[in-house]
């Protein structure tokens, strides 16, 4: 079963602009993970972000985190084409030792 | 530090075969999972392991199962193969839960 959803599912920008890509799940968590997947590869941690914390910088990305609405973004400034790839929010609740993830926003980033 | 490794890379196999997929986790690291990815499901979880002992096993059939060695390496396998079961099956590994996970590149099972 999948916890999250993000959106948009998929996103087209040109290099150098801002993308920003959403989350959102359903129940209590105790954090929250983005990734980022190339062509079917194995996936990339980003940024894990604990549900006591609002905000989280990683170099060109920003994470937040608002509990009471069950929702975070994923910021990412000054895109490049590098950037291009699929991209999930994972969650995980008390003790129940499984991530459970989001369908994934495919971001492209055109030249 | 070595990161996660997943072997095979790539496989195929006939329906009704079994296969045994393999993971060695980042050295230190004791917590180990295993996640199914299609396109059309997306990604799911199989199991996770701690120190040998499967803590939580995901909506799977019983033909999934896996194991964790004492060197927190870990294995699953799949029986009776179903042309459904041909995925992406990642694994990843964390000094223990809650912590951040990385990922192998996976392995790539076709079943014909």
């Known amino acids: ?111 | 530090k070595a990161g996660v490794t997943q072997t095979p890379r790539y496989l195929i196999k006939t329906r009704g075969q079994q296969v045994t997929l393999s993971c060695s986790p980042i050295s230190g690291h004791r917590s180990v999972s295993w996640y199914q990815q299609t396109p059309g499901q997306g990604l799911q979880f199989l199991f996770e392991y701690f120190s040998e002992t499967q803590r939580n096993k995901g909506n799977f059939p019983g033909r999934f199962s896996g194991r964790q060695f004492s060197n927190s390496r870990s294995e699953m396998n799949v029986s009776t193969l179903e042309l459904g079961d041909s995925a992406l099956y990642l694994c990843a590994s964390s000094l223990e839960w809650g912590y951040k996970a990385f990922f192998g590149q996976g392995t790539r099972l076709t079943v014909v």
């Open chain 1, 1 to 111: 079963s999948q916890q999250g959803e993000e959106d948009p599912q998929a996103l087209s920008i040109q290099e150098g602009e801002n993308a920003t890509m959403n989350c959102s799940y359903k129940t209590s968590i105790n954090n929250l993970q983005w990734y980022r997947q190339n062509s079917g590869r194995g996936l990339v941690h980003l940024i894990l972000i604990r549900s006591n914390e609002r905000e989280k910088h990683s170099g060109r990305l920003r994470v937040t985190l608002d509990t009471s609405k069950k929702s975070s973004s994923l910021l990412i400034t000054a895109s490049r084409a590098a950037d291009t790839a699929s991209y999930f929010c994972a969650t995980d609740r008390d003790s129940n030792y499984q991530l459970i993830w989001g369908a994934g926003t495919k971001l492209i980033i055109k030249p």
